[in-house]
Each structure stands twice: as structure tokens, then as C-alpha cells.
């Protein structure tokens, strides 16, 4: 049982490349997360699914897609990559929607030059 | 004004030291409250709910008093192995869903 697995876990892009962000979790939760870290302030969510097919905004979505074709897996798309996107990128699930049980991966490191 | 605002710290305390840590919090609706621990370049884990009555955990105590829009973590005898950042959690239902909404952490230094 692996819990909540990022990939990659560090990536350096060049400003306007693309890359996505890959999230599994084998744990069968329907709730899944991604949530930006930057230094001196609090995650903050950028989209969340609520299962399968699903997917909507958060607090930070510019700038960002993503896709839940699969329960297990929630991916993060950067379309075009600026500098202001570096940050720590983690995911996280939840078999319900009440937090306390909320699980996360290790994290995304990503640094936009 | 943030959200949810902790003390950023750090806290240089001596092993043995009792410490404690403060959040506030602006939305008076906040529904559920925790207290996670951050290790360095690290995920957040959860380390405790807080509710109103207050919790205990071992060497750790949560409080929280609504009325005045905090909650607290009281950490007794520290452990070198408790050094981490300490996030401060509070959700609330907004725009379709729960919200966590975290405070930025207040770092904990524990020394021999």
C-alpha cells in the first residue's frame, strides 16, 4: 500500500514549456487535491475532484489544468510555465470530504526559470 | 489580513522546554480545526484535530476558543525528534466545498 505518490518528485522547465504532474493513489478515495506551497504562506488549493469524470476550482487555478479520467490518478497541467509557477506542488486525497482525513504525497518540486 | 495567521517563528527551545504555539483565524463560520506537522521538505501530516473542549495527546495539547477566533498547541517536554513546522488548519464550507485553509507554519528548533 503506497498511499498518495507524486511523479515527478523535481523538474526544472524554461518559461512557456509544458509539463504535467502525476498523482496516484491506491487507497480508492474519491476526493483528490493539488495545493501549491510557497515560502511564507499556506498551501493553497489550485483544483480538486470530487471522483472520477470530476474536477473543479479552487482558490489558485490560473494557469493550471487538470484531469481525473482515472479514480486513482489526478493530473496537473502547466500549458505554458512561468516563473511565478515555481513553488512546491503536493497532492492529496481523501476517502470523504471532511479533512481530517486527508492524506498526502511527497510533493512536486518545480522550478520555472 | 490572512486567513489563518501563525507566529512564523523560529522557536529555539531546549529539549525538556514546554512550548506553545498560537493561530487566529478571521472567519467566525470555521467549522473544523487541526494542527499538522511539516518536516523538512516534507508533506504535512496530520498531527491533531482540535475541538472545543480541548484535546490531549500525549505531550501535546490543543485548545481552542472560538469566541476570540484561536486555537493553540501546547508541546510539553520536547523532543529533538519534535523539530518540524507546525501548520495551523481551519475549514470552513465555501464555493461547493470544504475548505482547508492553512495557516504559513511557525517553526519549532528543538536543542540539546
Known amino acids: 500500500n503506497a498511499g498518495v505518490t507524486q511523479t515527478p518528485k523535481f523538474r526544472v522547465l524554461k518559461t512557456g514549456q509544458s509539463m504535467t504532474l502525476l498523482c496516484a493513489q491506491d487507497?480508492?478515495?474519491?476526493?483528490m487535491y493539488w495545493y501549491r506551497q510557497d515560502p511564507g504562506m499556506g498551501l493553497r488549493l489550485i483544483h480538486y475532484?470530487?471522483?472520477?469524470?470530476?474536477?473543479a476550482k479552487g482558490e489558485v487555478p490560473d494557469g493550471y489544468n487538470v484531469s481525473r479520467l482515472k479514480k486513482q490518478n489526478f493530473l496537473l497541467g502547466l500549458e505554458s510555465a512561468a516563473p511565478s509557477q515555481t513553488s512546491v506542488y503536493f497532492c492529496?486525497?481523501?476517502?470523504?470530504?471532511?479533512?481530517?482525513?486527508?492524506?498526502f504525497g511527497p510533493g512536486t518540486r518545480l522550478l520555472v526559470l | 489580513r490572512k486567513e489563518v495567521e501563525q507566529d512564523p517563528g523560529p522557536f529555539n527551545v531546549p529539549e525538556g522546554a514546554t512550548v506553545a504555539f498560537n493561530c487566529t483565524y478571521s472567519?467566525?463560520?470555521?467549522?473544523?480545526f487541526f494542527w499538522y506537522r511539516q518536516d523538512c521538505r516534507k508533506e504535512p501530516k496530520l498531527l491533531m484535530s482540535?475541538?472545543?473542549s480541548g484535546n490531549e495527546d500525549g505531550r501535546f495539547t490543543a485548545q481552542l476558543n472560538r469566541a476570540s477566533q484561536y486555537i493553540s498547541l501546547l508541546i510539553r517536554d520536547s523532543k529533538l525528534s519534535d523539530s518540524a513546522t507546525y501548520l495551523c488548519?481551519?475549514?470552513?464550507?465555501?464555493?461547493?466545498?470544504?475548505?482547508?485553509?492553512f495557516g504559513a507554519g511557525t517553526r519549532l528548533a528543538v536543542h540539546p
Open positions: 492529496a486525497s481523501t476517502r470523504t470530504e471532511y479533512p481530517e482525513t486527508q492524506y
Open positions: 488548519v481551519v475549514t470552513w464550507f465555501s464555493g461547493g466545498y470544504n475548505k482547508l485553509i
Open positions: 482540535v475541538y472545543s
Open positions: 472567519n467566525s463560520a470555521s467549522q473544523s
Open positions: 475532484s470530487v471522483g472520477e469524470g470530476t474536477t
Open positions: 487507497m480508492n478515495h474519491e476526493y
